[in-house]
């Protein structure tokens, strides 16, 4: 999934290119669902809840950079 968000910087698309993978990919589908299970994520929104966590992720890294009092 993170290759998916990185590769296309937009949610949409990746998901797009995701629905398109779990279409062709039982397996994926069947790990999909499990890890949606576990997460507490429906499998609709699945992936964009988790394209949310990860960007949040991602831009939390550079408020280091931008907040003063955050250096060290």
Not at 17 to 42: I, T, V
Request: a negative charge.
């Amino acid at each position: 999934m993170q290759s998916l968000i990185s590769q296309h910087r937009s949610i949409d698309v990746a998901e797009s290119e995701f629905r398109k993978l779990l279409y062709e990919d039982e397996l994926l589908k069947h790990n999909y669902r499990q890890w949606c299970r576990k997460e507490g994520f429906s499998e609709r929104k699945g992936f964009i809840e988790y394209c949310h966590s990860f960007i949040d992720e991602e831009e939390s890294r550079w408020d280091v950079l931008r907040d003063p009092d955050m250096m060290f």
